[in-house]
Each structure stands twice: as C-alpha cells, then as structure tokens.
C-alpha cells in the first residue's frame, strides 16, 4: 500500500491511497482457495474445482467484496499510522476503473479526505463560577396541586329537567359549523363532552352555550384566532349549530384522608408530601435547565479554536430543514422573519457553530476524564425508548439492537448530560434565591429580562 499526503488546508487531509493490483490478486486467490471447498458445481468433486474456473464463476464478486474491505482496511490504517483523529467518517472517491481493478489490469487507487478533531485544552469546569436558581415551595402550590387532583376525580350528576347550563358544567352535545353556509373539515362532532370553561374549544364556543339547556338547539357565532393552527379557518368567522343532549352539574369530593386512599396513599398528610416532593423535584429539573444553560455559555465564551467544516455544515443543514419546514407549516418565507433569506441563514450557522463548538469540547471532557456511558445505562435508555411504544416494545429493542446509528442517538444526550453533570459538580455554584415565575421562565427568556438589571 502506498499513500501520500496530498493537501493540507487546516484541519482538513487528503490523501492518494495505492493498494497494488498484486496484492489483491493475491487476496482473491486466497479468497477463492477458501471458497472452494464450499462450493457445489456441476461435473466437479467438492474441493476439486481448478482455480481458473473459480475465477471466471466467482472472481468478479469475490474481488468486489475484497475492493470494498480494502477501502476500509487501508483508509483506518493511514489514519492510524499518522495518530489522526477524526471528526467524521472519511470521504472516499474511487480513481480508477472499478471494471479493470476487478479484472487484475490496474492497481486500485482512491483519494481520502477526512476531517480532523481540533487540538485544544479545555476549560477547567472547577474554575468556573455558575448560580443555582432556587424558589420556595408555597402551600398554595400544595393546594392548587391537590385541587387539580380533586378536579379530575370529579364526578358530573344530570341537572333537573328544564335547569340551564352554569360555569363548570358537562355538556355532551352534537354540533356541525359552517363557514359562509358552507360547512368545513373537522366542524362537526356527535356526542362530544364538553366542560364549560375548560377552555377546549375556540374563545366563545363555550361562553355561546352557557344557559343552554338539555334538548335545545342554538347557533353559537365564534371567529377562529388569527394563529389558528389550520389555516384555511385562520381568521374566519363560523356558525356552529349546537344541539345540547344533556346537562350536568359537577360534584367535588371533600379533600380528606378518604380520598387520598382512593389515590393510593396511606392520608392526607401523605398525600401532600408526595404533591410537595414532587413540586421540588420539578424546581430542581427547572433549576438544572438554568445552570446547564448558564455552563454552556460559559463553556462557548471560554473556547476558541476552528470547527471542522462539514461537521458545521451537516448541523447547519439539519437546522435549516427543520427552519424551512417550520415556515411552510406556517405560511411564511424566511423574509416574512428577517431581513433577507442569507441574513436569516447567517445567525442559524452561528448556531450550528456553538452546537458544534459545544459538542466537542463537551467530548473533550468527557474523553479527558474517562467518562463513558455504560451497558447498563444505554439498556435502560433503549427500554424507556421503547415503553413509549405500547404493545411494540420487543420490535423498537430490536430495532436499536441492529442498528448502531439509531443506538448512537440515543447514546449521544446520556453522554452529554453526563459530561454536564460532572461539570456541575466541580463547578463553583452558589444559590440565587428567584420567584418561581423566574425560576421555570424559558433560560432565554429570563437571560433578555435581565439584560437590563
């Protein structure tokens, strides 16, 4: 094998690969005395079929199989003789003829280009200084928790004949809208339950119906929202014909230690205890968001270095599709957003740079600190992948088993969060004490609240 160095433009290679046509006929020989006790050809004795008919019935795709394992084998081994580390996998381009390789009339020859992993020394996380977000828990939380409980266990008892439709009540009506007297897709339902004021249906629906009563027919006059997610019914105005079948008016079960055996605990005082843990565990979820954020700013300040190419290109790519796609949902153009389409383009590769620049120095630390995910923790993960699936749990583990890029997507976030936690550990954190409407406020929303202060 002989490979030369061909160009060198920062973190980029490329290289001319030689594998000898020599060399590969020597392999195919090799390939083909294995494969010939195997094989059953007519008018032959197993084991006894001469070389050059094995050539002729099987040297074409046995070579292909050995030009292909040689692309492989030579293209690691350049890149670990040189110690190179790359960014992605290599891009290889084929220069000579397939047809005459096969045929043993020329060497097989091919140009590498792989992508290196910049050089660089990462941050201590110790030396960083981040706030931990904290809020009180109010009893009020407590309560309005056990409220909701309360609400969704509630039970709905038929009103008196001829007694109207309150604030609160269960209505199971049919109902058909028209726009323009022309009736629409998706505007007509049978035996739908409908609280009112639970907000279900589009503003005034609800309000229209309130002292209706079981057995009426009226016309309720709506207009759809402006941002209403179909959006041929975006800003129209509607005419929905409600028939009410009937009315009832709910019953609330007393908060007590009786219902909270019905929900599974031992009282009442359990009850909120579990309600309370359960809100801390949400302020602490709420919390790490903040501070994770807050880390990985620090970590993007803190690191400078050139980002391989088409690893920003690939992550710019992913990014604009999802963009594009968005737009189209919604109607728009990438002008209807920004100034210009290119203007629009530049601040989303400016995100997929920092997603890069994270990504590897998130990679760094982990790889310099001997941080790995193990068997066990990528098992559970593929396990509560697969619970999303009801019923076909054993074909998504399969799924994951079989396929190792599917594998690595799921490996990747546990890896990362690893890396994030470690960083948080040794990272120098002290407590900021927030509102609780601060503290599970998006990070960048609280971020342009405080630009300011």
Known sequence: MQVIETATDGLRREFSIVVGKADLDTKLSSRLEELKGQVRLKGFRPGKVPMNHMRRAFGKSVMAEII????????????????????????????????????????????????????????????????????????????????????????????AEGEAARDGDALTIDFEGRIDGTPFDGGKGDGVRLVIGSKRFIPGFEDGLVGAKAGETREVKVKFPDDYSTKTLAGKDAVFTVTVKDVAAPEDAPIDDTFATKLGFESLAKLKDAI??????????????????????ALDAGHKFELPKAMVDAEFDQIWRAVEAELKREGKTATDEAESEEKMKDEY?????????????????????????????????????????PGQEKQVIEFYQKNPNALAEIRAPLYEEKVVDFALELAKVTEKKVSKEDLFLDPDELIEQNKGK
């Open 68 to 159: 292909q394992e040689a692309v492989s084998e030579m293209s690691a081994k350049a890149i670990e003789d040189r110690s190179l580390r790359p960014a992605q996998q290599p891009k290889i381009d084929l220069t000579s003829e397939l047809e005459n390789v096969a045929d043993g009339k020329e060497d097989l020859t091919f140009n590498m280009t792989v992508e290196l992993m910049p050089e660089f020394q990462p941050v201590d996380v110790a030396t960083l200084s981040l706030e931990r977000l904290t809020a009180d828990i109010d009893e009020a939380d407590v309560t309005a928790a056990l409220n909701r409980f309360a609400e969704q266990s509630r039970t709905y008892n038929a009103r």
């Open 276 to 297: 309370s843990n359960d809100i801390r565990m949400n302020y602490a979820r709420a919390s790490r968001g903040h501070m994770k954020r807050a880390l990985l700013d």
């Open 349 to 389: 590769r400016a995100i997929a740079q920092r997603r890069v620049r994270l990504g590897l120095v998130l990679s760094e630390i982990g790889r310099l600190n001997k941080i790995e995910i193990t068997q066990d923790e990528l098992s559970r993960a593929v396990v509560g992948r697969a619970r999303q699936f």
